[in-house]
């Protein structure tokens, strides 16, 4: 077992070229349904047993994930790609009159927030099989986005895979709207909305310890980001983070919060997507045990006092 203080070293790839190509077809693909089909407003009726627990340093991985997210663009229905078309369209008219997302243009908005949200897909499904593999055997997920904001990841995750059960908690009634419009008008059955902090959620018994998954992107530093998630998450379910590229110091300021909130990190993976400051990365956090009672504290402490 690898020490707290253990330097790793990985590198990351950056296999872009193909999801890139794949996109660039998705988004030609995208401009032709949306002209001919789709019309914004208009509804269209479309047990932990794996692995024994590591220090997390000790597996830090440089995935070569391009291949399994292109692979994922490219395998999108024409019903799903009209379905991110339509989502995009919304998105951009909804963010003339609300703060959704500073990006404004379509080719941008497919590369930074689509291309983002489907990179984590592949990792989802390998982190997850690997620690409950006769459990996602149908496929279907119980999956929770936290702090949804304009819907990313959650409802690209909701389109591209219908098996599985999208939560998206978010705690502005604005952006609540946003998201309700949009799961009315695309036709997404398998996504529910709920209207809280998280830190509520967290002690609410129709919420804690229920997911199989919790993901969260843009919302918080890592130390708040694992009490407003990890309760959420069941014994044996996964926590998924997504970072920009250097979050090695982040995550290592986060090892005694994960570990106090029950859970341990099992990896930190490139995937196949870039930001502004270069490769993304995903940090996955296994939930060993229940997460204490006291935890996650009332409203606004794990932002003001990070554990």
């Given at each position: ?98 703060n ?45 986005d ?16 219908p ?66 998630c ?15 590229p250097n ?61």
């Amino acid at each position: 077992m690898a020490s707290s203080s253990t330097v790793v070293r990985s590198v990351f790839h950056k296999p872009l070229l193909p999801l890139a190509a794949a996109l660039r077809r998705l988004c030609d693909s995208e401009c032709c349904i949306t002209q001919r089909r789709w019309r914004i407003g208009k509804r269209q009726q479309l047990s932990f047993h794996g692995p024994r627990r590591r220090h997390w340093s000790s597996i830090i991985c440089a995935q070569q994930l391009g291949s399994g997210s292109a692979a994922r663009v490219e395998a999108l229905s024409p019903k799903q790609a009209g379905q991110v078309a339509l989502f995009i369209d919304l998105l951009l008219d909804w963010n003339q009159r609300m703060n959704l997302t500073a990006v404004t243009e379509r080719s941008a908005m497919m590369n930074r927030h689509i291309a983002d949200s489907l990179s984590l897909i592949p990792m989802i499904e390998e982190a997850y099989t690997t620690h409950n593999y006769a459990s996602t055997r149908s496929g279907s997920l119980k999956v929770v986005d936290v702090g949804s904001g304009a819907g990313l990841p959650g409802l690209v995750l909701a389109i591209s895979c219908p098996a599985w059960q999208v939560t998206l908690l978010e705690s502005l009634q604005k952006r609540c709207d946003f998201l309700e419009h949009v799961i009315k008008t695309v036709g997404l059955p398998n996504v529910q909305i709920v209207h809280s902090r998280a830190e509520d959620a967290g002690q609410d018994a129709k919420f804690r310890e229920v997911y199989d998954v919790a993901v969260a992107r843009a919302v918080a530093e890592m130390r708040v980001l694992v009490e407003l998630c990890l309760p959420l998450v069941r014994v044996g379910g996964i926590f998924v983070a997504a970072k920009g590229p250097n979050p090695q110091e982040e995550v290592e300021a986060a090892k005694a919060a994960v570990e106090l909130l029950g859970a341990s990190m099992v990896s930190l993976c490139a995937v196949d997507s870039e930001g502004p400051l270069g490769q993304r990365t995903a940090v996955v956090c296994l939930k060993d045990h229940a997460t204490p009672a006291k935890y996650p504290r009332r409203a606004g402490m794990p932002n003001k006092r990070p554990l």
